[in-house]
């Protein structure tokens, strides 16, 4: 079945960090530009950081403290968090959509979704 399942949450204090994993399963990521994005309940989902070929980009919010890479061998992305804030609690996804990141943050426009990882940040 073609998926992307999210690892890595859990559990930390601020200014600790955490790497999120995106694998993809049945379909490369070849091709995909691949975003993270982030829902807290009653919220809309917020866009974090999308990569493509070409460009690579971070919210104002997380700048600084997010990164966006991938392993094409692996066929896996991910998101390293540091220094990470109590604002960033959330259920993170990862999704791709083909080609770049072009309306990136239009997420109804993902061709493939994760089913979401938990970060809580508390102390």
């Known amino acids: 079945q073609l998926q992307l399942v999210e690892s890595g949450g859990g559990s930390v204090q601020p200014g600790g960090s955490l790497r999120l994993s995106c694998a993809a399963s049945?379909?490369?990521?070849?091709?995909?530009?691949i975003s993270w994005f982030r829902q807290v309940p009653g919220k809309e989902r917020e866009g974090v950081s999308c990569?493509?070929?070409?460009?690579?980009f971070v919210v104002d919010s997380v700048k600084g403290r997010f990164t966006i890479s991938g392993d094409n061998d692996k066929n896996t992305a991910y998101l390293q968090m540091n220094s990470l804030k109590s604002e960033d609690t959330a259920v993170y996804y990862c999704?791709?959509?083909?080609?770049?990141?072009?309306?990136?943050?239009?997420?109804?426009?993902?061709?493939?979704w994760g089913r979401g990882t938990q970060v809580t940040v508390s102390t």
């Open positions: 999704a791709a959509k083909r080609g770049n990141c072009l309306f990136w943050t239009q997420y109804r426009r993902y061709d493939y």
């Open positions: 049945g379909f490369t990521l070849d091709g995909y530009a």
């Open positions: 990569r493509s070929d070409e460009f690579t």
